[in-house]
T-cell receptor, first 114, second 114 residues
Framework: DQQVKQNSPSLSVQEGRISILNCDYT??????FLWYKKYPAEGPTFLIS?????DKNEDGRFTVFLNKSAKHLSLHIVPSQPGDSAVYFC?????????????FGQGTILTVHP | DGGITQSPKYLFRKEGQNVTLSCEQN?????MYWYRQDPGQGLRLIYY???????QKGDIAEGYSVSREKKESFPLTVTSAQKNPTAFYLC?????????????FGNGTRLTVT
């Protein structure tokens, strides 16, 4: 039972344009959501997060939107740069659980073309 | 430089042998985690520990064992009972004194069992 789903395995975008990565979840107990970026043969690095009490969080070129009623979150990258090319994972945590006990999506491979 | 060190980066073993993956952190984090990544899948939690000498099973603990004798160290043993041990293993830690502190990952160990 996949509680966090990233339905697009890959996304290709032109440099300077917007990249939108999507994530859906099914567990109503999730109250904190994170996005991680991962390069091959390296560990994921934290990008941005959002608590369920918010619907938007912004950090530089990265913005995460949360739609609780639809159980959907998205990561917007504007403008996209070639260095953004990586695998992006969304992750969720249920309230009352260990801080690092995350449920991850399958990942979306983002390719930004110069 | 604070961080998480996983060694070795690549590990090869014969089927039927136990193997131990090392994870050391100098971030002074109380909580440590082991995740496993398989191709096309998200990360899945194997074991975690929130305090020295205590640990809990994650979602896929069967065939694995851990110890937490020191705050800085959380080694993972992949036993011969693990049916599909070939995978990319990631160690992580987090600061549980800070709510919503993100998970910090090491660079992983790729284990190949033949």
């Amino acid at each position: 039972d996949q509680q966090v789903k990233q339905n697009s395995p890959s996304l290709s975008v032109q440099e300077g344009r917007i990249s939108i990565l999507n994530c859906d979840y099914t567990n109503s107990m999730f109250d904190y959501f994170l996005w991680y970026k991962k390069y091959p043969a390296e560990g994921p690095t934290f990008l941005i997060s959002i608590s369920s009490i918010k619907d938007k969080n912004e950090d530089g070129r990265f913005t995460v939107f949360l739609n609780k009623s639809a159980k959907h979150l998205s990561l917007h990258i504007v403008p996209s740069q070639p260095g953004d090319s990586a695998v992006y994972f969304c992750a969720a945590r249920a309230g009352g659980t260990s801080y690092g006990k995350l449920t991850f999506g399958q990942g979306t491979i983002l390719t930004v073309h110069p | 430089d604070g961080g998480i060190t996983q060694s070795p980066k690549y590990l090869f073993r014969k089927e039927g042998q136990n193997v131990t993956l090392s994870c050391e952190q100098n971030l002074n984090h109380d909580a440590m985690y082991w995740y496993r990544q398989d191709p096309g899948q998200g990360l899945r939690l194997i074991y975690y520990s929130q305090i020295v000498n205590d640990f809990q099973k994650g979602d896929i603990a069967e065939g694995y064992s851990v110890s937490r004798e020191k705050k800085e160290s959380f080694p993972l043993t992949v036993t011969s009972a693990q049916k599909n041990p070939t995978a990319f293993y990631l160690c992580a830690s987090t600061d549980i004194s800070s709510y919503n502190s993100p998970l910090h990952f090491g660079n992983g160990t790729r284990l190949t069992v033949t």
